[in-house]
């Protein structure tokens, strides 16, 4: 006897037929209304004949190949199961499969693939949203540069990590506060990485987040004599930026980012993408015209977040119609728009038994982020400490780092167990959670996150 899984779900697409896949394993596909509706029909606590699902007269119509591959296909998404128990051990199965003290993990004793240096807990700009300054353990910290000391011990110690963890690229970021207070030092690093990445015979990625208000031609030379990615942000057009991203004394940071992007254009390395933060103040600037000047940079990524820790006071169903509006436009001037609401979506796109899926490389347990204080934490927006920055060679021992890779068992994350993107969200963003905002906050980003996943489900099939 089969069973139709709890965790099936299923979205209308057109008048004849429905999106149908698993919370957990995903494998999305494109079925009629009638078999949708049959599946719905049956109480998953019982057990199933074929007639059910399919209907004696079709069933006697059809061949038995056809049949046989239908109830295959269903099988194979997990959304027809021999018991429960069957499927509890499958979920369960995806948990210890990639535990840190599992023998059968790909990534070794940990894993940890990439490592984040705040190299300032300063910042020019005081933007009205800024997540690292909401953060406590960041904001009060006495220590607000990095030093030499803990930053080339940090990345000793992570490469030899990523060595033991059979890692194939290294990848270090440069972050903040305001990273490019602290270049100096940042100059200094940059050739400190590169010769261990060559004696280590481990390619290196490196990148910088900045708000380009302190870049300058021979700084933005270094950055490019060494490959370092930027990622930079801007709030939309001037009237949206300066709404929200300030100066200390409460002026509009446009000018200054618009130098930022010229200096690159002019060194030959123009920008091809910035990341955007969407509050009420400024939702208005999430427009057509904003893609067009994108566009006509030759940019190829935009990337709108909805502030992950106030509250959006916007209508969830005028966000969603919104993005899903300039994120169709944007593709038909080549341009990808993304965000943490489309993370969800990607992640459906992944086999979970063959890759640790979460919503970000923190809450998977992937990245180390040193404060200039030397905590470590799993992002750097984030107040949870996993250890310090003498300890990353043994940072998967930690009492702190085993509780957070614990925390993604599925089975026990009980407040999401009836989410339709449950295996694909994990929960959402830390920070939403840690930062405070209560139910209705973290309410409202579920009804984001899975209302997006829905139309960009929709999406995929129009494509």
């Excluded at 051990?89 to 059968?104: A, G, M, S, V």
């Excluded at 060494?226 to 004394?249: F, Q």
């Amino acid at each position: 006897m089969l069973f139709v899984s709890r965790y099936f779900n299923s979205i209308p697409y057109d008048d004849d037929t429905s999106i149908i896949w698993h919370s957990i394993f995903g494998r999305p596909m494109l079925v009629s209304n009638s078999l949708a509706e049959a599946l719905n029909k049956v109480d998953p606590s019982s057990s199933i004949g074929i007639y059910d699902v399919f209907g004696q007269e079709m069933y006697l119509k059809r061949k038995d190949s056809d049949l046989s591959r239908s109830l295959d296909d269903l099988t194979e998404a997990h959304i027809l199961h021999y018991s429960d128990d069957f499927e509890k051990i499958d979920i369960e199965k995806l948990f210890y499969e990639h535990n840190p003290q599992h023998i059968n993990n790909p990534h070794g004793h940990s894993k940890v693939k990439s490592l984040s240096l705040i190299m300032s807990e300063e910042c020019q700009f005081r933007c009205k949203y800024c997540i690292h300054f909401a953060n406590s353990k960041h904001y009060y910290n006495p220590q607000k540069f990095m030093l030499k000391e803990v930053a080339k011990t940090s990345i000793d110690q992570y490469f030899e990590t990523i060595v033991r963890n059979r890692v194939k690229e290294a990848y270090i970021n440069f972050g903040g506060g305001e990273p490019l207070i602290n270049w100096e030092l940042i100059k200094e690093l940059l050739p400190y990485i590169r010769k261990l990445s060559k004696d280590l015979d481990i390619p290196v990625k490196m990148g910088i987040n900045t708000n380009l208000g302190l870049l300058t031609p021979d700084i933005a030379q270094v950055l490019i004599d060494y490959d370092v990615e930027i990622a930079a942000s801007l709030d939309g057009s001037k009237e949206s930026n300066d709404l929200v991203r300030l100066t200390k004394d409460l002026k509009g940071t446009y000018d200054q980012i618009m130098r930022g992007f010229k200096i690159m254009r002019d060194l030959g390395r123009p920008l091809d993408g910035f990341a955007m933060t969407v509050t009420e103040d400024n939702f208005f600037g999430v427009n057509e015209s904003l893609i067009d000047w994108a566009a006509s940079l030759g940019m190829k990524e935009v990337r709108i977040d909805i502030d992950v820790v106030g509250m959006v006071n916007v209508p969830v169903d005028d966000i969603v119609t919104r993005l899903i509006s300039i994120r169709r436009y944007a593709k038909s001037k080549g341009i990808s728009v993304i965000g943490f609401w489309s993370r969800p979506a990607e992640n459906m796109g992944l086999v979970p038994e063959n890759e640790d899926i979460g919503f970000c490389g923190g809450e998977r347990g992937n990245s180390l982020c040193v404060a200039p204080s030397g905590q470590v934490f799993p992002c750097g927006y984030s107040n949870y400490e996993i250890g310090k920055y003498d300890e990353i060679t043994d940072i998967y021992k930690s009492p702190a780092y085993l509780d957070l890779i614990k925390r993604r068992n599925l089975l026990r994350n009980v407040e999401c167990q009836d989410c339709p993107i449950l295996g694909f969200c994990r929960g959402g963003c830390m920070i939403t959670r840690e930062a405070g905002g209560g139910k209705e906050k973290i309410s409202r980003m579920c009804e984001l996150y899975t209302k997006m996943t829905y139309e960009i489900l929709r999406e995929s099939v129009e494509d």
